[in-house]
């Protein structure tokens, strides 16, 4: 579960993504450059994707369009992390206080990074979007197929989108070519296999709980979702 800071932080990205985007359109992807620009951020171009505080964030030039809204949402979350109050100026951002707080952890710049991560998901996968996904599909393999379509964003990054969207659930998924697994994302679940480990018939490998979905024009390659427990409700 996450904790108190973290959570705060999450919701800090949902409440700025709502200064700009309209209830009503919330639902949708949002364009990320015009969201940048209009909480105050300058787009520039470089050799790789960094953030120079304040507002200034470099993207890689010549990245395919769904890894650059990925790349252009996580810089933008390290921007909101370290923004501070203009009605208090002498009160921490968010970054200080996990520096602060999480002090202990092994690596506190891996840390940010993953934070920034999950603060990009926010700002690319909206979760009136997720949400609005998942209540038409269920919790199967064809939602991640759905909100990587509906969103802009790779399959990779709409997995760890949905597999991480509930926090109280007992989930894993994976992205198979040809029998093997190319990408995995678990919460409160050990998968019996991971990267690069063959997985030919997920039904046979995972048990009850599994949905399978194939990608379209590309045969070889299938989503699995695995919700444990899933089955024991009906």
Avoid at 157 to 179: C, H, M, N, P, Y
Wanted: charged residues 25%; contains cysteine; hydrophobic residues 40%.
């Amino acid at each position: 579960m996450r904790d108190p800071v973290v959570r705060d932080l999450i919701e800090f990205h949902r409440s700025r993504l709502s200064d700009v985007v309209t209830q009503e359109n919330q639902a949708h992807a949002p364009n990320l450059d015009d969201l940048a620009v209009k909480l105050g951020y300058r787009i520039a171009y470089g050799k790789t994707s960094f953030l120079t505080p304040p507002r200034l964030i470099t993207l890689a030039r010549g990245l395919p369009r769904r890894v650059r809204r990925v790349e252009l949402a996580h810089e933008l979350s390290h921007g909101l992390a370290m923004e501070k109050d203009d009605a208090d100026p002498d009160a921490a951002s968010y970054e200080e206080v996990i520096r602060y707080l999480h002090a202990s952890v092994p690596d506190m710049d891996e840390h940010l990074e993953l934070l920034a991560t999950a603060g990009g998901d926010e700002l690319a996968m909206p979760a009136a979007l997720v949400q609005a996904v998942l209540n038409r599909c269920g919790w199967n393999a064809q939602a991640v197929w759905e909100v990587a379509r509906f969103s802009g964003v790779p399959l990779a990054d709409a997995l760890r989108r949905v597999v991480q969207f509930d926090e109280s659930r007992r989930i894993a998924g994976v992205i198979t070519k040809g029998g093997y697994i190319n990408v995995a994302e678990t919460q409160r679940y050990r998968l019996p296999v991971w990267k690069g480990e063959r997985m030919p018939e997920p039904h046979i490998t995972l048990g009850e709980g599994v949905s399978v979905f194939p990608l379209p024009h590309r045969p070889s390659h299938r989503i699995v979702l695995l919700t444990v427990g899933q089955w024991e409700a009906a």
